[in-house]
């Protein structure tokens, strides 16, 4: 038979149906102190390398630049500046659901006056013409918390 | 604003644990070769494609043989009958991805006409009874949606088949 | 010092939005050939393969195994590498000391994804920390745009600046027969398009594609009998610095700068606007094209919208950036940045065709992923 | 090959269930490495780290890891697949001239995932993933024709889980069993037969990691080099239907290569122990007929005659093996790191005596369908 002999043919599809796999994420020593602290005190922590003096957020273990071990956690308090934001307008799968994500959503990369680096989170506003890089903003939590990121609902400009 | 997914988040040792997912759903382009493959079961028919150089036949089909890395174009219709490799009867339950429920066999079968086998499931028959070397024929599902489950399992030939 | 090494032959596919017409490790076959016939050889005198994609695009797992009657590697020896969207540098590099280590003679790298098989958001969306960043990265467009936000209003840099890159690249395409996106556009096309993220619209952004590539590199001995005039590699260096994507410093791209300095000290290059003579450079967004620029030695920071004005990178200025149409025109991911390095080997090879840049001897490709993980590739027509 | 060493060496416990996430476990091992070599990180020239997308369950999984593995401000790279392959390509940028030091992770959590569903993704999306075959199942597919063709007996193939599972107890790093006799074995409920459930590797937890110098730094660095006298790596065709599922042809040629770079032409007298990755107590005979111990088919007999026992001619796996901890990913880079230490004298109650050539083997995919082999000696020349 010739390669011809393809032409006429439907081209068919495999379809994976929903694809779930669990995982069940530890979230550590740091991470699990950073999200207890979320839940419990509504307080925002991040850890200072005592060699560099960097703080780092979301904390960790490591200082990558000295590869020291850090142990010096910091309260940044609840208030921080936009360093960067996105209104997602493209309803992607959300890999939690298998379903379209609701937009428009604004993500945001939020500075702290005590923090080397960026915490992300939502913003309340979608609007782009009311959302400016360096306006300031302040983590609305939850009534309920479980000690998770989402124990922040999400940040609102002052 | 209520995008949280809800997922279970337990504490151990005051450290926690949070439960999470990856599902993102997937659709394959099947190819030529493996669309025509299934097309031919929609007739119940076993296609394979046969390598002229090494003289091997592919079931299923691929598009080169890895043994001279021809494209291979020689389509050949293969028996639904064949015999049985190797076996296994699986005892633990994966009901995501399981097709049938445990106890059920996979089967390694060598149709006849092909010269590489087929991984399938053998069901309708009393797995305890399942030996090397045994005839094995293909049931093809009722309504065929193009996939490798058109081939619904393989069976052992009903004794007034035997050659 | 390593065995020398050279990149022989260059193969890639056509590239589409969607090969329904092949599977993965068809369409991987499909650039194994192409390479193979660009270099005259047979699958047999290839000794090692490294493969690369990202897993979560097909929901392939040890995609070097399932991907043996594609790659034509059959009892030899597989490695699977992969870096998210910068793979294809890794695989360049992966590649290269394969053979600059003395373990093998002749070896073919391939990068390929069918970006058509998943929503290519979504499982980018899986790449951020998941139980702390996930939910809200959106992709990268967002900190691009805030980044260029911030550049337009320290430089005096402009849209149209963007815009003169993207439809340069994008009009480069139409010289490239493999090209995804190839259709003439015109600063006005940009500046209309609709806008994703301001100050990025759709025709400043790059597609997503199906589509594979394959190098293949050689020692020395092998090289100079397999071609003429091989690209030679020269250096290759990475920089990957971050954990979380909200560690990355955008004002001051310390990555960009770490994998660009390193390559250049390791290739001797002191003044790269004069001794490159063309560059693929991976990049996603238009926007990319103009802050980058700043951080590559170039010019001083800011001044990259004056270099851009004047046209010194396009194809008739003095350094062409992206004759093949570069990133905004054709994204397989896994594929995108060996598609650079494979560019930049054929313009030194004087194979690029329709897109050759005149009298090339110096090239450089890169690659730009993950968490803000840049590689480099410096080639030479001349041996190092 | 130019010369190369080992000059470093770093492993977590492996456990069932670690209270640490990825970095965390990462740079237990490296600190251990770094420490075991007598090196900080500024010594180190470059990073290979080893990840698995959908064992830890995000996209480019090796971000997760950087500032742990030591990527800070170096050249870092990432492989998918076993360690031993993480290795190799580590080896090969050691002695490719750009760089003189080369660090090597692996980390894994067996314990997040369900790992049946992740091997099941390892099966061709447009033909039989959709029979929800595993690594398991397809064992059994192996197990059985393997010894069908050549009459081994389910007494043998229990031999080799009591063996490794035994060494194991001797292992600190492995979780703590007590013995287990053949009987034991041979009763464990079955999982796909005629495999059963003690005869199956044990997921685990961990992280590992090694230090590469090239010969210039390594008798520099290091108080006991470990030199890499042969490596080879191989894959084989990948439906389980195309293959001989009796033999492992491509284990048979990475050892070949491994052999002939390092000089063995008889491995049963010329290596002194071998530390093999036997996902499956079967698959531990099938490597002995590919690795050249025995003729093919003889795997059987050879552990009856007690030759890769403790007290045999070749110990096998006297870290107790994959059957003991399986930290997949991790556990081909775990049987360098046990080489290392049979050859430094430093690995305690699982010590062999002697030694001075090992074999260390790592493999991926599905029914070893893509195998390594490592060859280390304490002696430079």
């Keep these: ?158 | 604003m209520d995008n949280e997914t809800w997922f279970e988040i337990t504490e151990k040792d005051g450290l926690l644990i949070h439960q999470g997912v990856i599902n993102v759903p997937y659709t394959w382009a099947a190819g030529k070769v493996a669309s025509k493959f299934y097309t031919g079961l929609k007739d119940k028919q076993i296609l394979g494609l046969h390598c002229t150089k090494c003289d091997i036949v592919f079931v299923p089909p691929k598009k080169v043989c890895h043994h001279c890395f021809s494209e291979l174009t020689n389509w050949v219709p293969v028996s639904n009958i064949g015999t049985l490799q190797t076996y296994t009867v699986i005892h633990y339950s994966e009901p995501d991805i399981h097709p049938f429920n445990k106890p059920f066999a996979y089967g390694i079968i060598k149709l006849d006409g092909a010269s590489t086998s087929m991984v399938h499931i053998i069901a309708d028959t009393d797995l305890e009874n399942l030996t090397e070397g045994m005839r094995l024929q293909a049931v093809f599902k009722e309504k065929p949606e193009g996939n490798y489950l058109d081939i619904k399992y393989f069976t052992p030939v009903a004794e007034a088949n035997h050659g | ?384 | ?381």
């Design chain 1, 1 to 158: 038979m010739a390669k011809d002999s393809y032409q006429e043919q439907e081209l068919l599809e495999i379809k994976s149906g929903k694809a779930v796999h669990i995982y069940n994420w530890h979230c550590g020593e740091y991470l699990s102190k950073f999200f207890i602290g979320l839940r419990d005190k509504k307080t925002i922590m991040g850890i200072k390398c005592t060699s560099c003096g960097r703080v780092y957020v979301p904390p960790r273990e490591i200082c990558g630049p000295c590869f020291k071990k850090m142990d010096e956690w910091v309260d940044l308090g609840t208030e921080g500046t936009i360093y960067a934001f996105t209104v997602v307008k493209l309803p992607y799968i959300d890999p939690n659901t298998g379903e379209p994500i609701k937009v428009p959503r604004t993500d945001i990369y939020v500075k702290f006056e005590g923090a080397d680096t960026r915490l992300t989170h939502w913003l309340d506003e979608t609007d782009e013409n009311k959302i400016n890089v360096g306006a300031k903003v302040r983590a609305v939590f939850k009534e309920r918390r479980r000690g998770t990121i989402h124990d922040i609902e999400y940040f609102t400009q002052i």
């Design chain 4, 1 to 381: 090959m130019d010369k190369a060493a080992i000059i470093g060496v770093g492993q977590t416990k492996y456990d069932r269930e670690k209270n640490k996430d990825f970095p965390e476990l990462v740079y237990e091992a490296v600190r251990n490495a770094l420490d075991d070599a007598g090196m900080e990180l500024n010594d180190i020239d470059n990073v290979v780290t080893t990840s698995n997308d959908f064992f830890d369950g995000r996209t480019i999984a090796c971000m997760g890891v950087a500032d742990a593995a030591g990527s800070y401000g170096k050249d870092a790279t990432n492989v998918e697949g076993d360690g031993t392959f993480s290795a190799v390509y580590g080896l090969m940028r050691t002695i490719g001239g750009t760089y003189n030091t080369t660090l090597i992770t692996a980390h894994c959590k067996m314990s997040e995932v369900n790992p049946r569903k992740l091997f099941n993704q390892a099966f061709d999306p447009i033909y039989e993933r959709m029979l929800g075959i595993d690594d398991v199942g397809s064992a059994g597919l192996q197990a059985r024709a393997y010894m069908k063709r050549f009459g081994i007996t389910d007494r043998q193939v229990a031999m080799i889980a009591v063996k490794n599972r035994n060494n194991g107890s001797n292992n600190p790093l492995v979780p703590a069993t007590s013995y287990v006799s053949v009987e034991e074995v041979l009763n464990s409920p079955p999982l796909a037969s005629p495999i059963k459930s003690l005869e199956a590797s044990s997921f685990a937890d961990g992280a590992c990691a090694i230090i590469l110098a090239n010969q210039n730094k390594a008798n520099k660095w290091a108080k006991k080099p470990i030199w890499v006298k042969g490596v080879g790596h191989c894959t084989d065709t990948y439906r389980l239907g195309e293959r001989d599922l009796t033999y492992s042809n491509a284990l048979a040629q990475a050892a070949k290569k491994a052999y002939q770079m390092a000089g063995i032409n008889e491995p049963i007298r010329d290596l002194d122990v071998v530390e093999i990755t036997e996902n499956f107590s079967h698959q531990e005979l099938m490597w002995y007929e590919a690795l050249g111990f025995c003729r093919l088919g003889d795997g059987g007999k050879l552990i009856e005659a007690g030759s890769t026992e403790m007290s045999g001619e070749l110990p096998v796996n006297p870290s107790g093996g994959a059957l003991s901890a399986n930290p997949v990913q991790v556990t081909g880079l775990a049987r360098i790191a046990e080489a290392v230490l049979q050859l430094r004298g430093e690995a305690g109650r699982h010590q062999v005596s002697n030694v001075k050539t090992a074999l260390a083997h790592g493999t991926h995919g599905i029914c070893g369908q893509s195998q390594c082999v490592w060859i280390l000696s304490n002696q430079e020349n």
């Design chain 3, 1 to 384: 010092m390593g065995i020398r090494t050279a990149i022989v032959g260059v193969g890639q596919t056509h590239h589409t939005s969607k090969r329904r017409d092949v599977n993965g490790q068809e369409l991987i076959n499909e650039a194994v050939r192409q390479a193979l016939l660009d270099a005259e050889l047979t699958i047999k005198d290839i000794d090692a393969f490294v493969i690369g994609n990202m897993d979560h695009f097909e929901a392939i797992n040890y995609v070097d195994c399932w991907g043996v009657d594609g790659l034509g590697s059959y009892m030899k020896p597989v490695i699977k590498v992969t870096t998210g969207g910068s793979t294809g540098g890794t695989l360049g590099t992966c590649g290269y000391q394969h053979v600059s280590s003395g373990l093998f003679e002749v070896v073919m790298a391939i990068g390929w994804e069918k970006n058509s098989e998943s929503d290519t958001q979504a499982a980018i969306s899986t790449c951020a920390n998941p139980i702390f960043e996930r939910d809200f990265f959106g992709g990268a467009i967002g900190p691009n745009a805030a980044q260029y936000s911030m550049y337009m209003k320290e430089f005096g840099a402009t849209q149209e600046d963007a815009a003169l890159v993207a439809v340069r690249d994008h009009n480069n395409a139409l010289n490239n027969p493999f090209a995804h996106v190839r259709k003439f556009m015109t600063v006005e096309d940009v500046m209309k398009s609709p806008m994703l993220c301001y100050p990025i619209k759709l025709l400043d952004s790059c597609p997503r594609s199906d589509g594979a590539c394959a190098v293949i590199y050689a020692s020395e001995s092998k090289a100079e009998k397999i071609r003429k005039s091989p690209a030679w590699v020269h250096a290759s260096a990475v920089s990957h610095d971050c954990t979380y994507f909200g560690d990355y410093d955008w004002e001051g791209q310390p990555t960009l700068n770490a994998a660009v300095e390193r390559v250049y000290k390791r290739a001797g290059i002191t003044n790269p606007l004069r001794e490159i003579d063309v560059m693929e450079l991976y990049l996603p967004f238009s926007t990319c094209g103009v802050v980058w620029m700043d951080h590559m030695h170039f010019c001083e920071r800011g001044e990259a919208p004056k270099l851009i004005r004047k046209g010194i990178f396009n194809m008739d200025g003095e350094v062409p950036i992206n004759p093949s149409g570069g990133v905004l025109s054709t994204n397989p991911i896994g594929a995108t940045a060996l598609i650079r390095i494979g560019e930049a080997a054929l313009q030194i090879m004087g194979r690029a065709d329709a897109r050759q840049v005149s009298n090339v001897k110096t090239a450089m490709a890169t690659a730009f992923g993950s968490c803000y993980w840049y590689e480099a590739t410096i080639l030479r027509s001349t041996k190092p």
